[in-house]
């Protein structure tokens, strides 16, 4: 069998401290031009350059207030805030990209089903089927008051609310409308036929809707499906629904283990495993050797700003480690936060103190960091990969849009002359680039049981 071929996104986000924090102030990083088409158009640009698959857009939609509970320090080093939209980012790109896929992240908490399957139909068509989403359900207790409610929903309470989302918008994209319900015929006065046009209606425990899709079908009717939680609940929710999971973790072992428990939940969900891709999240320092690229390291870190690293960490577990001593042990805390990085790292023995944490942030951030020559990086890369049964990266940024442009020069191709690239991007869409299938939902996903709500009992005439 061919050695598998890495499969690559960049992990970004539309502000300007992401995951590296502090690196904004390095004089060669540009995120502070987040706010200009002319930035994301050249960053696009140059990710298609480097055959990336696609574009990952984090997003997050309140604040991070956990750390020294306030938000000072986020205001002060730009840690994802200011945030802009990610969706409107996509949409302004697909103009500049022809190949390039667009996984955007969006909170299913706040917005209801009906109106956000127009929104990513739209994205859908408008780039012939780039589309991907990335379904977060929060974890910000800072969000759920900003948009009115009393405090968070409950960890599994939300993964219910977004299993009950899913269907709906299942029933939206795949069941509405009919294939060949679009004729266009000008000599019969038919646009579109409508006994192929079918009603949704949906009575559950926490949407109710009764309705058409407003949009014909799109290239691939439900975007590729990207989900991140990894919890024993989120685990459920991903076997389900998801056709690519982002995991995070710093050692292949945990790696390996996460990509079984993964595939085994898709196994239990009756999907085939392998449909399942794997991305890692990562960071990489590379230069033409290992010395200027060591080099490079010890200047970005002087920019680098670990304590934003932790406010972020704060946010995402729930902790304030402020209040905890340099050497104190931090301890298992229920949070309502990421519950699998809580449990991760508090686990008996796992020994994680402040000066630990700082230390791991060095960079301002905490994923696995690969520096050296293209030699040595691409290794490493592969060693993950073939090591833990990973498809891929979602590859950070640094130093902006330095790293990508170091890596795209530098390591790509490396892993072409390996055979571990792509030369050229496939065609079609981004269903059938990743996993040459498409460009629908295949047959055994949950998704594709709605394409024949015609034929359901439910499909009567609205009103009828
Ligand atoms: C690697 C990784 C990336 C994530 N990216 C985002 C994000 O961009 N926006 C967001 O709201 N949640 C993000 N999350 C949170 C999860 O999507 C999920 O909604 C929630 O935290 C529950 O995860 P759990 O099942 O592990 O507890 C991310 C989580 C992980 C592990």
Redesign the pocket.
């Known amino acids: 069998m061919e050695p598998k071929q890495l499969q690559l996104n960049a992990f970004d986000m539309n502000c300007i401290g992401h995951i590296n924090h502090g690196l904004w102030t390095h004089p060669r990083d540009r995120s502070t031009e987040f706010g200009s088409l002319a930035y994301w158009t050249e960053l696009a640009r140059l990710l298609e350059r480097g055959l990336f698959d696609g574009l990952f857009i984090?997003?997050?939609?309140g604040v991070y207030d956990v750390y020294q509970g306030s938000i000072d320090l986020p205001l002060k080093e730009a840690i994802q805030l200011p945030v802009n939209d990610p969706l409107l980012l996509a949409s302004a790109l697909l103009g500049a990209t022809t190949h390039l896929g667009f996984g955007v992240?969006a909170?299913l908490s706040h917005e209801p089903p009906y109106l956000f399957a127009r929104r990513l139909s739209t994205l859908d068509h408008l780039s012939q089927g780039r589309i991907g989403w990335?379904i977060?359900?929060?974890?910000l207790d800072s969000a759920a008051r900003a948009m009115g409610q009393n405090g968070l929903v409950e960890?599994d309470r939300r993964y219910d609310q977004a299993d009950e989302y899913l269907e709906v918008l299942y029933k939206l994209w795949e069941g509405s409308w009919e294939d060949d319900a679009v004729l266009a015929d000008r000599a019969a006065r038919i646009h579109t036929q409508p006994d192929k046009v079918h009603p949704v209606r949906h009575q559950g425990e926490f949407y109710r809707v009764e309705g058409y899709h407003l949009s014909a079908p799109s290239p691939q009717r439900t975007p590729v499906l990207f989900?991140?939680?990894?919890?024993e609940?989120?685990l459920r929710f991903a076997g389900r629904h998801a056709e690519c999971v982002?995991?995070?973790g710093s050692n292949p072992s945990a790696v390996r283990d996460q990509v079984v428990r993964v595939r085994r939940a898709a196994e239990a969900a009756g999907r085939d495993p392998q449909s399942v891709k794997l991305f890692l999240?990562i960071s990489a320092v590379v230069a033409t050797s290992e010395a200027e690229a060591r080099d490079k390291l010890a200047e970005y870190r002087r920019h680098a700003n670990p304590e934003a690293g932790l406010a972020h960490f704060s946010a995402s577990t729930g902790i304030d480690f402020s209040r905890y001593g340099l050497d104190e042990p931090i301890r298992y805390q229920k949070t309502n936060?990421?519950?699998?990085?809580v449990k991760t790292f508090t686990a008996p023995g796992a020994g994680w103190t402040r000066r630990r944490l700082l230390e791991q942030h060095a960079l301002g951030g905490r994923y696995p960091l690969l520096v050296g020559s293209p030699v040595q990086v691409a290794d490493e890369l592969l060693h993950w990969l073939d090591d833990t049964g990973l498809d891929g990266f979602n590859l950070t940024r640094t130093v902006t849009p330095e790293s990508h442009a170091d890596f795209i020069d530098l390591v790509i191709p490396e892993l072409q002359a390996r055979g571990r690239y792509k030369t050229a991007y496939a065609e079609g869409t981004l269903r059938e680039k990743l996993f040459g299938a498409g460009p629908r939902l295949p047959a055994e996903h949950p998704g594709s049981a709605w394409r024949s709500l015609g034929a359901a009992p439910q499909a009567r005439r609205l009103g009828g």
């Open positions: 984090a997003d997050i939609l992240t909170n990335n977060v359900t929060g974890y960890h989900q991140a939680g990894s919890s609940r989120g982002f995991i995070g999240g936060a990421i519950e699998s990085v």
